[in-house]
Each structure stands twice: as C-alpha cells, then as structure tokens.
C-alpha cells in the first residue's frame, strides 16, 4: 500500500507560480512511477505530467508543457509540480498518483493505482 499527501496548493495572481509536494509513504518511490492529473470544476480529471520510477521518463500534457515541471526526490519520497505562468485555466483540484511497483509510466488513470486526497489551486486576480 502506498499513501500520498499533497500540499503546496493555493490561491494565485495569474502569471504566478506555485510548487506543489506529494509526500508518498507506505512503499519507497523509487519503486513506482508517479504522476499528477487535475479536475477543474465540471470537467473531467485529465493528465498533467508523470514521471517514471527512477526520473528518467518523463511526459507532460501538451497544455501544460513549457509551464510545468515535474520531479521526484527519492531521498525524500516526494513528488514535486512546479506550475509557472499560472493562468484560470490551471484552476482545479491537483491530484498526485502512483502506479503499482515497477510498472513502466503511463499518462492513463486507469493504470494508477494510488491516489491522494488532492490540493485546490485556484488562479484568480
């Protein structure tokens, strides 16, 4: 079993920028690769950016590439999202996920098998 915390949420001016963590525990991370999806308000839970196991893969969503940078701290068991040049569009509930041990990254929900409560960011003058 593996447990994820996120944090780091928040309320942001546009064209700012926020670093959220995910605080995984119950299993090292190194042995799963990870990812963060997101669910704006009356819209479907979509894909941001994941990350294989060990950092060596990584993939993000096309409306999020340039502005997003996903990392994993193994040391630490965290996962982290950096979100730049914020806009209303980022607004929604950020979700961190984990996949079974050793399985290859995937941008699917289906394929994570572990999720945390989520963070509200919200993008607003």
């Known amino acids: 079993q593996v447990q994820l915390v996120e944090s780091g949420g928040g309320l942001v001016q546009p064209g700012g920028s926020l670093r959220l963590s995910c605080a995984a525990s119950?299993?090292?991370?190194?042995?799963?690769?990870m990812g963060w999806f997101r669910q704006a308000p009356g819209k479907e839970r979509e894909f941001v950016a994941a990350?294989?196991?060990?950092?060596?893969?990584?993939d993000y969503a096309d409306s999020v590439k340039g502005r997003v940078t996903i990392s994993k701290d193994n040391t630490r068991n965290t996962l982290y999202l950096q979100l730049n040049s914020l806009t209303p569009e980022d607004t929604a509930v950020y979700y961190c996920?984990?996949?079974?041990?050793?399985?290859?990254?995937?941008?699917?929900?289906?394929?994570?098998?572990?999720w945390g409560q989520g963070t509200q960011v919200t993008v607003s003058s």
């Open positions: 996920a984990a996949m079974e041990p050793l399985r290859a990254v995937s941008t699917l929900q289906k394929d994570y098998e572990y």
């Open positions: 119950g299993r090292a991370s190194s042995l799963y690769a």
């Open positions: 990350v294989s196991r060990l950092g060596s893969t990584i």
